[in-house]
């Protein structure tokens, strides 16, 4: 088939493939943004976590063929050119970065987070990434760097 | 002004934040279509023959390419035992016969245009098998248990039995630790290219330069032949410090096909690609007096190691003697041969298994006695090594007794189990000492600086995430006397000046040696061309009067008599210099390394459903001098956040039928998410080590050693069971 | 995975024409069970009909106090709204405990019906399974079975129904609006899930032609006063050990209504109508709500690795009850 869908910001119309792929596998295979990652392909790490039609979700069970005519947001997108979006910055502000592999879907969880409940608390941050897994960072850092987010965000609306 | 022990946000932050830094399986690839994959079809038993290999279907699938057997792969030549590469033994198996020593271990390769094709092909290939019954479990061998006086001879110090015939009190306790798996996030990926000359590997692994030997000796090249990169690696926790065998048949395709090949392991197959932490018993017996000083420690391990191969991996008890002052040490460990993967380091596979036993049988010797537990392992601190019996090079053990227990409140528990409460939870504290050896590797770095005044160092380690790029950074700045912008780092690359492996908790302590060697050279040389130089203004100046502050050169005394770097750079080109460190010699040594820690924990258990929520932990580490806190924070949090799961969650489940792995997903493995994870506090008692370069320990598995055996300790004062079975899972507590 | 044909209805006659003219047809609604179970190999639609853009997402209140509700709403959607929240909050706490956010936001109403176990022999696919290869035996008996059923299970199947939001839809007494080009079916929760027996490939009620559009929730009053209760092996983001749905009305000591269910143990969502049978007028005690816990599982069979099992569900149901006498529904 061919795949419309529009990838941060941008109309693409992908041709041969295959209903059966993931959008994941798009994403990374077909349209050379690797930012999403696969870890597990289960729906069961968040790693590839995405913005479809606005809302989070595992990019790795989303069927190529359910993406056609919506909207996708990965990583790539968040920021705005050389701007980062204030997630990003209070990732590698607070530290809450290591091997980075987990860091592209938390990154769109955390950010999506905020946008619904711009003062969540810390017991909210840690059940909306609970299915965003980290190996490395024992996720303090992580609720270090939403708290500040959301603190910016709060602050510059 | 000095970089180092600052914490400085991480160099390659950004790139991992917008997506930016490649990991290889999101490399493009090098040339046109040239790219292909490939996918491992995986036993499905754990012992036995392969009878027959249906591959028709499979061959005849769209965009097949090659398939790959034990028919027709390439001959192996075997890798030398551990001590040249490691545990990099299995590679003699990889598709060489139709013997089958683990479920998992991989009969086919298949490889096609497209990942899904690969994928789907694979899945179509039948293989029959004359089934034999596997060893299971250590349990179902322990009968056969066989001693190795050559890898894990054991320990005596002084006499144990008598110390225990002394003792007023005697524990005897016997613990199980369960196997795991490291689970990095990101799973084993290699991508080869092998021309006729040259085979290019990008993988990621915690060891490029054991890639590339294990490459050139299984396959007979030359080392020089092989190149190996590993930019970004998301994570690895040991289970990447190996030639294994996803990158064992990703060489095979590329070789086979001519194209470059690329193999990305499934979750699934996580479970038997690159070794787990092997299952172990462990008994434990500690004599004391009634004042609890200990007058024997005695500790007799049985370990897992897999069926076919004799050289045990390692010995869980080796760490045993060091923590205590004690006249009579003796462990002994025991290996039986299991249907499962040779067994590889995890997060330390000595202290960070071996000591959750000798931890916790403290914690029932303060019991008994009715000590506290911390006060008890004052009363046996060691002056010196008992081990090797030589001095500490240095040790704030006690200082991280002390702060850990002042921060955590530790003077305010109650003794008594079951004395503790919030509401309807009971409430436990619990502690343990942590060690770790202190070493490092021989490491190459060369730092190189341009007419830009930009400089750059470079060194053949890796980054597993833990922040090398930006303490390498660091330290070269500070020995260049530039500031921290103005340098970058690169490794990864076997092209670099030669590094060591990312594990053993060497890293930091490795690169940063080189790095500031390398740093200080090209100061020094740099000086020495400006003196030379009638056009500096340092020209005729001393070497020795020539200072260094933010990149600019000047003569002591005379800060307006100098010049900045990039102005002699500009009229003396490009200038570089290496520096080599190399380790103290462990033979003779006049002093024994350690880094050292104390965990103190607060956990709260529901008593009527069992379950268990760590609230609250405190680390305190004295690792010598910590090159960033910001990195070395986040490292130590992950390690206490490791050690929640080693002793709440983690346990690899095997089918005790026939040794397949039952649970092989992250639905049934359980890391510990974000909710399970408490307040965590990580301090660092620095000090001063005259016998360590820049004085750096290194943190990697001190962050998780210790995190366990004070949960483990938590749990008994809250509920007043005590659990000697990892994990604490709910059952456990009913 | 194995290749299929790929169709997006554009409505729900579609849907209904193509179920009903074609072999192994599979709809796909949020995708977050098949199309794993897709690439496991374990689901092998010839067929798949993407049911997302179908008009079936509205949450609805009806007349005389129930709630329908669309077989395509979000699972984070359904958790979310006001109406669910307030008369049935033990639906809205059990869906928020299953999965992740981001699974929520993917999965709907009907798909979770038809979420299949997770038995770890049902996903390795070398392992003898009754349910994926129907009379290949069941290699959950007597291997590692501690996640196992220990209600309803039969000697060719144990493995637990693993939703969430099912075990508050028993409780609930909702029924399960199915559609095929034949007409329209109302079939009532408990009896759209079905016991293994000789049959454990055969889950559903669900006729193979059609589709679920809705499901409605009656008017239940107790229900204001409703929890869910899961004990799982770390914080989040696990399956039940145990789950606990329960609602209770109390007047002067004694129990004038309650309803219960249970996830994690039993083959199917389990209510334990035993268990209400034993409460009914019985007095909001401890001991009591004990008796009626034991009273459901009495049944209860288990192996050496699920055994605790028994005695956790006991707990929990106690636990649950006890709160919700003393705290209400709050979550």
């Known amino acids: 088939m061919r795949l419309n869908v529009t990838v941060n910001g941008r109309a693409e119309a992908v041709d041969d493939v295959w209903e059966g792929e993931s959008l994941l596998y798009v994403l990374r295979e077909r349209l050379g943004l690797p930012g999403s990652k696969n870890a597990c392909e289960q729906g069961e790490c968040g790693s590839c976590t995405v913005y479809l039609d606005g809302v989070p979700v595992c990019a790795c069970l989303v069927a190529a063929g359910q993406a056609e005519g919506r909207a996708v947001r990965t990583v790539e997108g968040l920021a705005e050119g050389d701007r980062l979006d204030p997630v990003q910055e209070a990732f590698v502000e607070a530290g809450a970065v290591q091997c980075g592999f987990c860091t592209p879907g938390l990154l769109v969880q955390a950010h999506d987070l905020i946008e619904r409940n711009p003062r969540p608390s810390d017991a909210e941050i840690r059940e909306a990434l609970a299915g965003n897994l980290c190996r490395c960072t024992g996720y303090e850092k992580i609720l270090d760097a939403v708290r500040l987010a959301a603190a910016r965000k709060a602050g510059a609306a | 002004m000095s970089v180092v022990g600052r914490p400085i946000a991480r160099v390659e932050g950004r790139l991992k934040v917008t997506g930016a830094a490649r990991y290889t399986a999101d490399l493009p690839q090098d040339d046109g279509k040239d790219l292909v994959h490939a996918v491992a079809v995986c036993a499905a038993v754990a012992k036995g023959r392969i009878t027959s290999i249906d591959a028709r279907q499979a061959r005849a699938a769209g965009g097949v390419l090659e398939l790959i057997t034990h028919h027709n792969a390439p001959r192996l030549r075997p890798v030398p035992a551990q001590e040249v590469l490691g545990p990099a033994h299995e590679t003699l198996l990889v598709l060489q016969d139709d013997r089958v020593h683990y479920s998992g271990q991989p009969v086919a390769v298949v490889v096609a245009d497209t990942l899904e094709n690969a994928t789907h092909a694979a899945s179509l290939v039948r293989v029959e098998y004359a089934e034999e019954r596997p060893v299971a479990t250590l349990f179902e061998g322990i009968d056969d248990a066989f001693d190795s006086p050559r890898y894990a001879p054991p320990t005596t110090i002084g006499d144990v039995d008598r110390g225990l015939a002394d003792a007023a009190v005697v524990i005897d306790r016997t613990y199980t630790t369960p196997a795991q798996h490291h689970h990095p996030m990101e799973t084993m990926a290699t991508t080869v290219r092998w021309t006729a000359d040259e085979v290019t590997v990008h993988v990621s692994t915690q060891t490029i330069s054991m890639v590339r030997d294990g490459l050139a000796t299984t396959f007979g090249l030359r080392p020089e032949q092989v190149r190996v990169v590993s930019e970004f690696l998301g994570g690895g926790f040991g289970g990447k410090a190996a030639w294994c065998w996803p990158s064992v048949v990703t060489a095979m395709a590329a070789r086979l096909t001519g194209r470059q090949v690329r193999l990305v392991t499934t979750r699934r197959q996580m479970f038997a690609a690159t070794g787990q932490r092997p299952h172990s018993v462990q008994r434990v017996r500690l004599g004391a007096r009634r004042d609890g000083v200990l007058t024997a420690i005695a500790q007799d391990c049985v370990g897992e190691t897999s069926a076919f191969y004799d050289t045990p991996p390692f010995y869980i008890g080796a760490a045993t003697p060091v923590p205590y002052g004690c006249p009579n040490i003796r462990t002994t460990q025991r290996f039986v041969k299991v249907n499962c993967q040779t067994p590889v380091p995890m997060r330390s596979p000595v202290e960070g298994v071996g000591l959750v036993s000798v931890e916790s049988a403290m914690d029932e010797l303060a019991a008994e006695l009715g000590v506290d537990p911390l006060e008890l392992r004052r009363r046996n601190y060691a002056e010196r090594d008992p081990n090797s019996g030589l001095p500490w090079s240095s040790n704030g053990l006690l200082e991280c007794y002390e702060r850990g227990a002042r921060r955590f409140g530790w003077p305010e528990r109650n003794p008594e189990p079951r004395s503790m409460r919030d509401g309807r939870y009971l409430v436990g504290w619990g502690m343990a000492t942590a060690i770790r050896h202190a070493g490092s590797d021989p490491t190459s770095a060369l730092v190189r600086l341009g007419a830009d005044g930009r400089a750059v160092v470079q060194i053949g380690s890796q980054d597993l995430g833990t922040g090398t790029f930006t303490i390498m950074t660091q330290v070269a700045a500070d020995a260049l006397g530039v500031p921290v912008e103005m ?248 | 995975m194995r290749s299929f044909s790929y169709l997006s209805a554009p409505d729900v006659e579609t849907a209904l024409r193509v179920i009903a003219d074609g072999e192994g047809v599979k709809f796909l609604g949020g995708g977050t069970n098949l199309v794993d179970l897709m690439r496991e190999g374990i689901e092998r639609p010839a067929t798949v009909v993407d049911i997302t853009r179908l008009p079936l997402t509205g949450i609805e209140e009806l007349p005389g106090g129930g709630v329908r509700v669309g077989a395509l709403v979000r699972n984070s959607r359904l958790a979310a709204d006001l109406l669910i929240r307030t008369r049935y909050p033990v639906l809205a706490q059990a869906v928020l405990h299953g999965a992740s956010a981001q699974l929520r936001n993917m999965a709907t109403v009907g798909g979770n019906l038809l979420q299949r176990t997770r038995c770890l022999y049902f996903y390795d696919g070398a392992a003898a399974c009754n349910k994926r290869a129907p009379g290949s035996g069941c290699d959950a008996i007597g291997g590692f079975s501690r996640g196992g059923a220990i209600l309803g299970a039969s000697e060719h199947c144990v493995a637990a129904h693993p939703s969430d939001m099912a075990v508050a839809l028993a409780m609930l007494d909702a029924v399960v609006e199915v559609e095929s080009v034949r007409g329209v079916r109302r079939i009532p929760i408990a009896d759209f899930h079905r016991l293994p027996g000789d049959t454990p490939h055969i889950e559903t009620a669900l006729a193979a032609d059609e589709l679920i559009t809705a499901v409605e929730l009656p008017p239940v009053p107790v229900a204001a006063n409703s929890r869910y209760r899961k004990v799982r092996d770390r914080a989040s983001y696990a399956f039940a050990l145990v789950s606990v749905a329960a609602a209770l009305n109390v007047e002067d000591g004694v129990v004038t209504e309650a309803r219960l269910a249970l996830g994690g143990v039993g083959t199917k969502p389990w209510r334990a109508t035993e268990a209400e049978r034993a409460l009914l007028g019985a007095p909001a005690t401890e001991d009591a709500f004990r008796r009626a816990a034991e009273a459901e599982l009495a049944a209860a069979v288990a192996g050496p690795q699920n055994a605790f099992k028994i005695e956790l569900a006991r707990r929990t149901i106690v636990a649950t009850l006890r709160r919700l006498l003393t705290e209400g529904s709050a979550a």
């Open chain 2, 487 to 734: 340098m970058r780092a690169e490794l990864g690359d076997t092209d670099l000046p030669t590094g060591g492996g990312s594990f053993g908790s060497h890293t930091a302590a490795s690169v940063a040696a080189a790095a500031r060697l390398a740093g200080e050279a090209l100061r020094a040389k740099v000086i020495r061309i400006a003196v030379a130089d009638e056009g500096s203004p340092l020209s005729g100046a001393s070497p020795d009067d020539v200072l260094v502050d933010d990149g600019y050169l000047f003569v002591r005394g005379d800060r307006s008599r100098g010049e900045r770097y990039a102005q002699i750079l500009r009229r003396n080109r490009l200038q570089s210099a290496t520096g080599d460190h190399t380790p103290p010699p462990r033979e003779g040594a006049t002093v024994a390394r350690w880094a050292f820690g104390a965990d103190f924990t607060e956990v709260k258990v529901d008593p009527e459903l069992g379950t268990v929520r760590v609230t609250r932990h405190v680390k305190a580490i004295e690792a010598g001098r910590i090159i960033n806190p910001r990195t070395a924070r986040s490292q130590v949090i992950g390690g206490v956040v490791m050690g929640i799961g080693q002793a709440l969650t983690e346990a690899t489940e095997v089918d005790r039928r026939d040794a397949r792995i039952t649970n092989a997903g992250f639905w049934g493995y359980h890391v510990p998410v974000n909710a399970d994870v408490p307040d965590i506090e990580a301090i660092f008692v620095e000090r001063d080590d005259p016998h360590i370069p820049g004085s750096v320990k290194g943190l990697g598995e001190i962050a998780t050693i210790g995190t366990a055996p004070a949960i483990l300790n938590a749990v008994f004062h809250a509920t007043g069971k005590r659990v000697r079975d990892l994990p604490i899972t709910p059952d456990k507590l009913l």
